[in-house]
């Protein structure tokens, strides 16, 4: 029997920057509010769906691309960035207010709005303790703050 390299096979199909996960549920509640809610992995999209985030969508790790961005782009003004308060994924949501600014992104009137979880909590963990309106007070306050320094 031959060995078949399978790696190769995964890695030529699958192309992790110009995916977001959970889009296909998503978009229909982020055309409704015209926002999204970005979080770090698959987990936590289903967590936030289960609590009534629906217009939550997730990206493999912290990874997110001009790609991405302007997938979401076509479907809302507000990107709420809700990565883990953790190296990578305060790195990630750098990263991705670098990229807003380097393409002028927010020239085309979407505004990127990163959040601040608590140190050691993503959004399943906040969901489990706080239930719904623990994420919900995190976006508000993080929107005052962004409107406050804009």
């Avoid at 936590?44 to 302007?70: E, P, R």
Wanted: glycine share 8%; hydrophobic share 35%; aromatic share 14%.
């Amino acid at each position: 029997m031959q060995k078949r390299d399978v790696g190769y096979f995964w890695h030529e199909s699958f192309d992790k920057g110009s995916y977001l996960y959970g889009l296909n549920w998503a978009k229909e509640s982020i055309l409704r509010y015209k926002k999204v809610i970005v979080v770090e992995g698959e987990f936590d999209v289903a967590s936030m769906h289960d609590f009534g985030f629906t217009m939550t969508v997730g990206v493999c790790g912290s990874a997110f691309t001009l790609s991405q961005a302007s997938l979401l782009a076509r479907y809302c003004k507000e990107v709420y960035i809700m990565f883990d308060n953790d190296p990578s994924g305060r790195d990630g949501t750098k990263r991705i207010l670098k990229l807003c600014k380097n393409y002028y992104l927010e020239s085309y009137g979407i505004k990127y709005i990163p959040t601040y979880l608590p140190i050691g909590k993503d959004p399943d963990k906040i969901l489990k303790t706080e239930g719904a309106r623990g994420i919900r007070n995190i976006l508000v306050k993080s929107k005052e703050e962004v409107n406050f320094w804009s």
